[in-house]
């Protein structure tokens, strides 16, 4: 063998590592995109969220309720994140549970940190650049969707949880002792006497309307946009006659279930009719519905966990299998302030 043959083995040694390398973080970052969530049929199928522990008033999960000691990485045009910043700001919590907010465009990279775009804030807890980062100090193996929010604690460092369902359970009823007034102090969004009643709403306003807009904008084929809308509709119809009787979806009393609907609804004109095809009927178009997002947008407080420019900036750059360009559109101009007539 000449020295000449002997530095092409070599070559070709490292070719292969470094190519090996390179379909190892092209593998990551497919199956972190939404994309990777696309089955066979067309149909987008949410994958589940990783990290499942619970923060206890009692310490007994590990994780005991203290102030200052736990932080949430949200987006403010994730309707998941916006549950958790609604509960936090109506529980009281917003000194006890600091944040850190995302930057509105997601890149193949992930979720990233900035403080050069309106209310986006640098990763101060971790120091990090990307949010696929803060996964990776708990599992740097990490493979799966690197998604918002996260409730992190700051004692142990690691991700509690990233499910926001159970996030907003934990905001609800464990935290109590630290709540800066009696009034957020006795709000209980997820009250005994209607844990069925919430259960049973959250069980279909879930995958037909909260994850049925999702389905609806991103299949690929007709056949799965066509059920998926048709299904979103249908749910939608539902809630409407549900509302012609009730002021909120279990009664007089606002709830977990108003709040998880509300993150959908209150992005469903200003993005979904058009981003994602959802333009059978605008939400202003339901009159018991439309008053009923303004009712809850006028709560003490939800407004402003509401930020219509992330919200349609994040989508419509983001997205660029459905808007190729990234133009944000002009509109629509809603007035969330009208009066909602819903007392």
């Not at 092409?8 to 939404?34: F, G, P, T, V």
């Not at 919590?93 to 907010?101: K, P």
């Not at 006659?241 to 993150?263: H, M, P, Q, S, V």
């Amino acid at each position: 063998m000449t020295i000449q043959n002997f530095k092409d083995l070599k070559i070709e040694h490292w070719r292969k590592i470094e190519l090996c390398y390179i379909l190892q973080i092209m593998a990551a970052k497919e199956n972190a995109s939404w994309k990777s969530s696309i089955n066979d049929t067309g149909e987008y199928v949410r994958k589940q969220s990783k990290f499942r522990n619970f923060i206890t008033a009692d310490g007994s999960s590990g994780f005991p309720a203290e102030a200052n000691r736990y932080h949430l990485y949200v987006s403010l045009a994730c309707p998941w994140a916006h549950r958790t910043l609604i509960v936090r700001k109506l529980k009281g919590l917003d000194d006890i549970i600091s944040c850190t907010v995302v930057d509105w465009l997601l890149t193949e990279k992930g979720w990233s940190f900035t403080d050069k775009k309106p209310h986006c804030t640098k990763d101060t807890i971790n120091g990090k650049t990307y949010l696929r980062e803060v996964y990776e100090i708990v599992d740097p193996n990490y493979d799966a969707v690197v998604s918002v929010p996260v409730l992190w604690d700051k004692v142990q460092g690691v991700i509690v949880n990233n499910e926001s369902s159970e996030i907003i359970r934990m905001l609800n009823s464990e935290f109590n002792k630290f709540c800066s007034t009696e009034q957020p102090k006795s709000l209980d969004l997820y009250p005994a006497e209607l844990r069925s009643k919430i259960d049973e709403l959250n069980n279909w306003i879930y995958p037909e309307i909260n994850n049925g807009v999702y389905k609806s904008g991103f299949a690929t084929k007709q056949d799965a946009y066509t059920t998926s809308v048709t299904a979103l509709f249908k749910a939608l119809d539902r809630v409407e006659e549900i509302l012609c009787k009730n002021r909120f979806l279990t009664g007089d009393r606002l709830t977990e279930a108003d709040i998880r609907l509300f993150t959908t609804l209150i992005r469903f004109d200003i993005v979904y009719v058009g981003h994602f095809k959802c333009n059978k009927k605008r939400i202003v178009d339901y009159s018991n519905m439309w008053g009923y997002v303004k009712d809850i947008y006028q709560t003490a407080g939800i407004s402003e966990t509401v930020d219509p420019q992330h919200i349609m900036c994040h989508y419509q750059q983001s997205h660029t299998s459905i808007n190729p360009y990234g133009i944000v559109s002009i509109g629509p101009n809603i007035d969330f302030n009208e009066p909602h007539g819903r007392q």
